[in-house]
């Protein structure tokens, strides 16, 4: 079963607004994880946060993490095209396999 | 670095035939995992291979099974193939010394079972 969920499942944006999804877990988690899928393709890693971690930027990613909530949510600020993606969270709990959520599909329009 | 490398990119079985999946992780990294991907069940851990030792393991029958080389390349199998064994399998390599390395995926191989 997955442990996280991201919210909402699917979105759908104009091209240079922003993109806002998040995911939520059931237990504790040592770090997390965001992932990028193209259609049909292999994951490609965006950003790790940390438990200890609030907040993290990656060029236009911006992170955060509320440990109390059991959440996390990932921002993409001026989207494009190309950002049309599913997006997925992952924990490792510590046991060096990843509990994926169930994804949030993007379609960012031009 | 070149990336994670899975083979074949595409294959089409028959029920009941079994199939080998093979993946050579990125260059120093000394584990692999394996992941099912399905649009009923998400993202589904299959197992994950260290110095050519299971280390882990999810929820799957024993159809499924894999290995580990000692150059770290490793290969799935799948027997008696059902059709609800039609998905995206995909690998990860990553250092595996530490239990969060951050895992580099492979593009994937698709599977279909007629």
């Known amino acids: 079963s997955q442990q996280g969920e991201e919210d909402p499942q699917a979105l759908s944006i104009q091209e240079g607004e922003n993109a806002t999804m998040n995911c939520s877990y059931k237990?504790?988690?040592?770090?997390l994880q965001w992932y990028r899928q193209n259609s049909g393709r292999g994951l490609v890693h965006l950003i790790l946060?940390?438990?200890?971690?609030r907040e993290k930027h990656s060029g236009r990613l911006r992170v955060t993490l509320d440990t109390s909530k059991k959440s996390s949510s990932l921002l993409i600020t001026a989207s494009r095209a190309a950002d049309t993606a599913s997006y997925f969270c992952?924990?490792?709990?510590?046991?060096?396999?990843?509990?994926f959520g169930t994804g949030t599909r993007l379609k960012v329009l031009a | 670095k070149a990336g994670v490398t899975q083979t074949p990119r595409y294959l089409i079985k028959t029920r009941g035939q079994q199939v080998t999946l093979s993946c050579s992780p990125i260059s120093g990294h000394r584990s692999v995992s394996w992941y099912q991907q399905t649009p009923g069940q998400g993202l589904q851990f299959l197992f994950e291979?260290?110095?050519?030792?299971?280390?882990n393991k999810g929820n799957f029958p024993g159809r499924f099974s894999g290995r580990q080389f000692s150059n770290s390349r490793s290969e799935m199998n799948v027997s008696t193939l059902e059709l609800g064994d039609s998905a995206l399998y995909l690998c990860?390599?990553?250092?595996?010394?530490?239990?969060?390395?951050?895992?580099?995926f492979g593009p994937g191989t698709r599977l279909t079972v007629l």
């Open positions: 946060i940390r438990s200890n971690e």
């Open positions: 990860a390599s990553y250092r595996g010394t530490e239990a969060y390395d951050t895992q580099y």
């Open positions: 237990t504790s988690i040592n770090n």
């Open positions: 291979y260290f110095s050519e030792t299971q280390r």
């Open positions: 992952a924990d490792t709990s510590g046991t060096y396999k990843y509990i």
